[in-house]
């Protein structure tokens, strides 16, 4: 059962108000200016049409028994104008507070995106943070501009009753003190059931995430033919369905439960306003209260009433949506681990480019095991390296420190003789490129996926054709319509597919665009036949032009022109030396190669 406890100085804590007014001047100041006009505008024309309407009846009833009908028709007039005037502003106004929530919601979509790209690759496999993110990217669609209609809201609300409160004033200064404490119960409810269901789903982010993921699964392209072909459909379609009925459950039962409560306090408030207007009857009764100001209050106090509950849903729809908005500042709180030096600290003179791993050992955040321990790399300029190791040796670990997506605990990685920790993180990640073995397929035009190797360079049509051409990737480009203005995938209209081992040749190719000092390839010739692969790296050195090259391969006949091999293996390197050398120790290496 929800404890029905209130705090003001909770409610006030835990509205961020400050923040999210804050941000929505900062947004756009003059927007917020404009609307908040708008806002005074129209509650000031509404005050007039009440006050012209007021007019029109008090001339009715106390024009003269003649013929005469021009101060009638001047005073219809006067309450058809303003009555115009109101509904002009009120439809200008709602154009005005649609564009100031475009203007919102876009920049919080953007600071959103913007931040998480600076948040360490380590988010990315931290469920916390996955759940953080998820919640946050929810509120971001929506929740900052409905802080602003509630803002309004209230504003708009607290102007009516300004105007109201001293009409009831005037009829008995008790009726504003009973309006509001007839309201609080309901306002109290509300904000304690939207505390509720926030903390409800906090705490079954998880499963959502897990219900959004089997969703991807049924409905995603890139799960479609597995599922198709072990007839899978079913069964993901059966845990999807028990997760939601879970969720569905525990909604509905939030919802049954707050519905019992407001019906309670509807039937004692609604009990309430009938026995003050009984109160203000017997005063009629008594000759304290007159016939008009029964009249006047059957009028006011009804809309009033309205009035404050629409006050009452607004501040509880503020609370509601501020703790939403606080997922979105929680994510804005996240700064990145992995420390970044200055941008000059990169282009300083080295005795040389050879990239060097020394005594290296790195264990994932919140493990209680190394994956690596006191490993000894060295990748000289303008060489290639080869890396072997059986499954879970540890290799793709590795090359994600070379790519500093971690830092190591123990030792370091080095180019020359700097400390890659030294050094500004985006301009030592644009001296490595790197093929991944889950590498991404951009449905993009093939120019521009061959372009994003080096996004930041100048377009350069003839640096395109050379690494396609250098990656095997030019026959097939060279066949489409377009040839490489051709969108690739089947996500978009006029969109091509292709095999998979054209994707990784377009990722090779990718690689082989950028101006990286040293070209990463794990497993990126996996999708090849073994004469395609040795075709691409029989003379990769010449298609390299001087730079380094670390190739992790299962094949290991294509690791055999390597400068120097290193071989892992329970978290270490255990051998290394060119292949001739290995096979001639008898060791792991000449064991994978010969079985």
Not at 135 to 148: H, L, T, W
Not at 234 to 245: F, N, R, V, W
Not at 495 to 517: M, N, P, V
């Amino acid at each position: 059962m929800i404890n029905i406890k209130f705090n003001v100085k909770n409610l006030y804590r835990n509205l961020y108000l400050g923040k999210t007014l804050n941000l929505i001047w900062q947004i756009s100041p003059v927007q917020a200016t404009v609307s908040l006009l708008f806002l005074l505008s129209e509650n000031i024309c509404w005050i007039g049409t009440m006050y012209t309407l007021k007019l029109l009846i008090d001339r009715l009833i106390n024009r003269p028994v003649t013929h005469n009908t021009d101060g009638i028709t001047a005073a219809i007039l006067l309450a058809g104008g303003v009555a115009i005037l109101y509904g002009c502003v009120k439809s200008i106004s709602s154009f005005v507070n649609e564009r100031q929530s475009a203007a919102v919601n876009n920049y919080i979509d953007k600071q959103i995106h913007q931040h998480t790209i600076g948040l360490d690759y380590s988010c990315y496999e931290d469920p916390a943070y996955l759940d953080i993110l998820k919640r946050a990217r929810e509120a971001g669609v929506d929740r900052p501009y409905a802080v602003v209609l509630s803002l309004q809201e209230i504003g708009r609300n607290v102007a009516m009753l300004a105007s109201m409160g001293y009409i009831l004033i005037s009829i008995d200064w008790i009726l504003p003190p009973l309006l509001c404490l007839f309201v609080a119960p309901l306002l109290i409810i509300r904000i304690k059931f939207s505390k509720s269901l926030y903390l409800w789903q906090r705490k079954h982010t998880g499963i959502e995430r897990e219900a959004s993921y089997l969703s991807s699964l049924i409905t995603g392209d890139m799960s479609a033919k597995e599922i198709r072909s072990f007839s899978l459909g079913q069964h993901l379609l059966t845990k999807y369905g028990k997760i939601k009925e879970t969720l569905l459950t525990h909604q509905l039962k939030h919802s049954r439960r707050r519905t019992v409560i407001e019906l309670v306090s509807t039937i004692v408030t609604t009990a309430a306003f009938f026995a003050v207007t009984a109160y203000i009857i017997f005063g009629i009764m008594n000759g304290k209260t007159s016939v008009g100001d029964i009249a006047v209050f059957l009028v006011i106090f009804p809309q009033s009433f309205s009035v404050m509950q629409g006050l009452a849903g607004g501040i509880s729809g503020l609370y509601q949506n501020n703790r939403y908005l606080a997922d979105i500042f929680a994510l804005f709180k996240l700064k990145p681990t992995i420390e970044s030096a200055a941008f000059t600290a990169l282009t300083e003179k080295r005795e040389s480019n050879d990239f060097v791993v020394e005594n290296l050992s790195f264990k994932y955040p919140h493990a209680t095991e190394y994956v690596l321990e006191n490993i000894h790399l060295h990748i000289p300029a303008g060489q290639v390296i080869g890396l072997v190791g059986l499954n879970g040796a540890g290799k793709s670990t590795l090359i994600k420190l070379l790519c500093r997506l971690y830092d190591p605990l123990e030792g370091m990685i080095r180019i020359g003789n700097k400390d890659i920790r030294e050094l500004n993180i985006n301009e030592y990640r644009s001296k490595v490129s790197v093929v991944f073995q889950d590498f991404v397929k951009y449905n993009l035009s093939a120019n521009e996926n061959i372009r994003l190797g080096n996004i930041h360079a100048p377009f350069n049509p003839t640096g395109i054709k050379k690494a396609a051409e250098d990656a095997g990737a030019a026959t097939y480009i060279n066949d489409f319509p377009d040839q490489y203005d051709t969108v690739l995938g089947r996500t978009f209209e006029n969109g091509h597919e292709i095999s998979i081992g054209q994707w990784q040749r377009l990722a090779i190719a990718r690689a082989f665009y950028s101006k990286s000092q040293l070209v990463i390839l794990d497993e990126a010739t996996s999708a090849l036949d073994t004469i395609a692969e040795h075709e691409l790296l029989a003379n990769i050195k010449q298609k390299l032009g001087g730079r380094s090259a670390l190739v992790i391969s299962h094949r290991l006949s294509t690791i055999q022109q390597a400068d120097l091999i290193y071989v892992m293996g329970d978290k270490k390197i255990i051998e290394y030396g060119t292949h001739e050398m290995l096979i001639q120790k008898k060791g792991t290496y000449a064991a994978l190669f010969k079985s």
